[in-house]
């Protein structure tokens, strides 16, 4: 079993800062890569920032570029989201998702955790 845990989310200003993290925890044999997606009401669940496991590449969408930094902790399996600068548009449930192999055996499967509120007021 595989459990992600998200925390960090809540209500924020425009031009301030929220910092999201998620921590991996269970059959966590491997990571290949973490990251962050959001859903707004009404909306389809929309990417936002991956971070490689190994390399440590980052790929985010244009929509969030030079404002959010992802980020990882190997040793926790844990990542993270620094929101800077929101803004209201950047309302929604935020949900990290892992790729990664329970055992050495194990193909790599996509995990989702429950998803936490970001709120950003104007």
């Known amino acids: 079993q595989v459990q992600l845990v998200e925390s960090g989310g809540g209500l924020v200003q425009a031009g301030g800062s929220l910092r999201l993290s998620c921590a991996a925890s269970?059959?966590?044999?491997?990571?290949?890569?973490m990251g962050w997606f959001r859903q707004a009401p009404g909306k389809a669940r929309e990417f936002v920032a991956i971070?490689?496991?190994?390399?440590?590449?980052?790929y985010y969408a244009d929509s969030v570029k030079g404002r959010f930094t992802i980020s990882r902790d190997n040793a926790k399996n844990a990542v993270f989201l620094q929101m800077s600068s929101p803004k209201p548009e950047d309302t929604a449930a935020y949900y990290c998702?892992?790729?990664?192999?329970?055992?050495?055996?194990?193909?790599?499967?996509?995990?989702w955790g429950q998803g936490t509120q970001v709120t950003v007021s104007s």
């Open positions: 998702k892992a790729t990664l192999k329970e055992t050495a055996v194990s193909g790599p499967r996509d995990y």
């Open positions: 269970g059959r966590t044999f491997s990571t290949n890569v």
């Open positions: 971070i490689d496991w190994s390399a440590g590449s980052t």
